[in-house]
């Protein structure tokens, strides 16, 4: 039987323990930076369509001293783990 992965999101919310606690975690992390909170609801949004905006993942990975990174939680945009640490890797390209 296939197992399936689950998403970055879906971690950060089973780490955190509930919706309602990611929620909670994000806003207070937020707050002390000067921006605005997010809902329980948004979570719940960002579970079903299986990612965190990327302005959010900053504050996820706060939140949960990093048991999750940006690339689990947006692979779309910050790329995959791997891809990241291959980019790492490469020396500078020097333009002639």
């Not at 039987?1 to 399936?4: A, G, H, L, R, V």
């Not at 790329?79 to 002639?96: F, H, I, K, N, T």
């Given at each position: 039987?296939?197992?399936?992965e ?13 919706q ?54 947006n692979?779309?945009?910050f ?18």
């Open positions: 039987m296939d197992q399936i689950e998403t970055g999101i879906a971690t950060a919310v089973r780490l955190a323990g509930s309602t606690a990611l929620a909670r975690g994000i806003t207070q992390i937020a707050e002390a930076r000067g921006a605005s909170g997010v809902t329980p609801q948004a979570v719940q949004k960002w579970v079903a369509q299986g990612f965190a905006p990327p302005e959010r993942c900053r504050e996820i990975e706060d939140f949960l001293d990093m048991r999750v990174t940006r690339y689990r939680l692979p779309g945009v790329g995959s783990p791997e891809e990241a640490l291959a980019a790492a890797r490469q020396p500078d390209q020097v333009q002639p």
